[in-house]
């Protein structure tokens, strides 16, 4: 009986041992970028993982700023636990890492969100721009507007 007891507890200890050193699952975000006017500047792109802090800038998941080719993009987020993620971005034509806004705010440069989720004077909610990443690749397109 003790003989089983000592079995189990090797058994319980090599399968939490597994399971800590085994690799969680990891998916890929693509994101393909349509409607850029020009291949001037960059495409900067903010993920976002918390409702709270789309599309606060500084508090994003992750970054990318990308050179445009030539007037399409497509950008690769890797290794994404899987779950809810919000993208926005924005065509920094003249590459000084900030969103242009002319009279009363209104955008000078391109900008997009996942979903292509509207805009009413303010940024979408998080939930109108998330899209749901698994453990394989998701690909979405998000088309600029300017």
């Known amino acids: ?3 089983h007891g000592w079995i189990f507890g090797v058994v319980l200890c090599v399968s939490l041992w597994a399971e800590a050193v085994l690799p ?3 998916g890929e975000l693509r994101v393909n970028v349509e409607g850029l006017r020009n ?6 792109l903010a993920l976002y993982n918390l ?3 789309f599309p606060v800038s500084d508090k994003a998941y992750t970054f990318s700023n990308v ?4 007037k ?5 987020f890797p290794d994404l636990p899987p779950g809810e993620y919000a993208l926005a971005l924005f065509h920094d034509e003249d590459g000084d890492n900030v969103f242009d806004k002319g009279f009363l705010g209104l955008p000078l440069e391109g900008f997009g969100f996942s979903n ?3 805009v009413f004077f303010s940024a979408p909610s998080f939930s109108a721009a998330a899209v749901t990443v698994g453990e394989e690749l998701t690909t979405i397109t998000v088309h600029v507007r300017y």
Request: with cysteine; charged share 20%.
């Open 51 to 53: 409702p709270e802090s």
């Open 24 to 26: 969680v699952e990891a």
């Open 116 to 118: 292509d989720a509207s």
């Open 67 to 70: 050179p445009i080719p030539d």
């Open 39 to 44: 291949s001037d500047g960059l495409v900067r």
């Open 1 to 3: 009986m003790a003989c």
């Open 72 to 76: 399409g993009l497509s950008v690769l």
